[in-house]
């Protein structure tokens, strides 16, 4: 069961008591395309991301790489506008439904999971 969040007038401080962080006080967040329900991306937010994403409308993300906020679509224009968001059954990751203006993935790609298709073993259970 997931738990949905109406981002229309969130509150935000009983969101956050329910999220589950990790040790580095991060999550993930998946990025869908709110109506083909594409899988654009994953992402990772920190508190204050998620407070952002949630009041502002557009996906904010933590850069681990670079220690700072980023804007879903501020320096490439390729923005994501939330439609809504939904917490999973635990708490530790979020899925975030968009419109995706452009691309999502950094290379270009209108996804970042089309590069490398990885198919199941032959004769596994899900290959069948």
């Known amino acids: ?74 320096t490439s224009g390729h923005v994501q506008y939330v439609h809504q968001a939904a917490l999973d059954c635990d708490g530790d990751t979020l899925l975030v439904e968009v419109d995706q203006i452009g691309a999502a993935c950094h290379t270009g790609d209108r996804t970042c999971f089309d590069a490398d298709v990885l198919n199941p073993v032959e004769g596994s259970a899900t290959a069948q």
Request: charged share 30%; hydrophobic share 40%.
């Open 1 to 74: 069961m997931t738990e949905n969040i109406n981002t229309t007038a969130p509150d935000v401080d009983a969101i956050l008591s329910r999220v589950r962080f990790g040790a580095d006080g991060l999550f993930p967040a998946i990025i869908q395309q709110h109506d083909t329900r594409e899988v654009l991306m994953l992402g990772w937010m920190d508190a204050e991301a998620l407070r952002r994403t949630l009041t502002e409308g557009r996906v904010t993300f933590w850069s681990r790489s670079r220690q700072e906020y980023w804007r879903k679509g501020d």
